[in-house]
């Protein structure tokens, strides 16, 4: 059984092409601008599903996946259910269903190990280069989300990077300076995605009865972003923004 928060049909934004986009329940992280807090508890929340119906609904969308689409499996944070997508993941592999996986690389272990060397394409959100402005953004250490960076190079695993423009918070230029050098050279990083802070889900944390983290931050200005961007068009041969 999975712990499943919500689908999405029809996605374009999670990997290539159009994908059925499957949000788990469940992450480690705290982060100051989730757009989804209510994913965040694990162990409770969602929906349990089985892995069936999870495949049958991947093969039902099948027809409008084309040859570039497939399924996507984001969260929350997807790797919290490892174990119990390694069985899913390899029956959609039978199926010839293309499999993107949307994760920050914080927990390893050996389930995460496999999970990798099924899934066909790696979202790798790379919330903040510096120690302790990943502290900051999400309470924990950005330590184990280099060392899968540097396991999916090894395996030559497609990879997007993402990267989140938060004013103030992510966006000073020695930080996105220090992200081109550190990962700019990874040549199976096909691009990085560089995704403007928004507050779309402001609505839930009241929703939930608490304080939205990030009150005083304000959207990136199309300047800022194109500042961002010049910057790392230094580094990565393809930079893309929403």
Not at 17 to 34: E, M
Not at 41 to 55: D, F, S, T
Not at 146 to 168: C, H, I, N, S
Not at 202 to 215: D, M
Request: aromatic share 8%; charged share 25%; hydrophobic share 35%.
């Amino acid at each position: 059984m999975l712990r499943i928060h919500s689908f999405e049909s029809m996605g374009t934004f999670d990997g290539p092409g159009l994908r059925l986009v499957v949000f788990l329940q469940g992450c480690n992280f705290q982060c100051l601008y989730c757009a989804n807090p209510d994913t965040i508890p694990i162990g409770k929340g969602g929906k349990l599903i089985e892995e069936a119906e999870v495949l049958r609904r991947a093969i039902s969308e099948r027809p409008f996946f084309g040859k570039r689409g497939g399924i996507t499996f984001s969260g929350g944070e997807p790797t919290v259910q490892a174990q119990a997508l390694i069985p899913l993941c390899r029956q959609l592999k039978e199926e010839g269903i293309h499999i993107c996986l949307d994760t920050q690389g914080s927990i390893r272990n050996a389930y995460v190990d496999e999970l990798l060397s099924i899934v066909d394409m790696v979202l790798l959100d790379c919330k903040h280069i510096l120690p302790e402005g990943h502290r900051l953004l999400t309470t924990q250490s950005n330590a184990n989300t280099f060392a899968t960076a540097e396991q999916l190079r090894q395996m030559g695993k497609p990879v997007r990077m993402r990267y989140v423009l938060v004013p103030g918070y992510s966006d000073q230029p020695e930080a996105l300076h220090a992200l081109g050098e550190r990962f700019g050279s990874y040549e199976n990083i096909e691009r990085l995605e560089l995704l403007p802070y928004h507050t779309y889900g402001k609505h839930k944390y009241e929703t939930l009865g608490r304080e939205y983290p990030l009150e005083h931050v304000h959207e990136p200005t199309p300047e800022e972003v194109d500042a961002a961007r010049e910057i790392l068009e230094q580094y990565f041969p393809v930079v893309w923004t929403q």
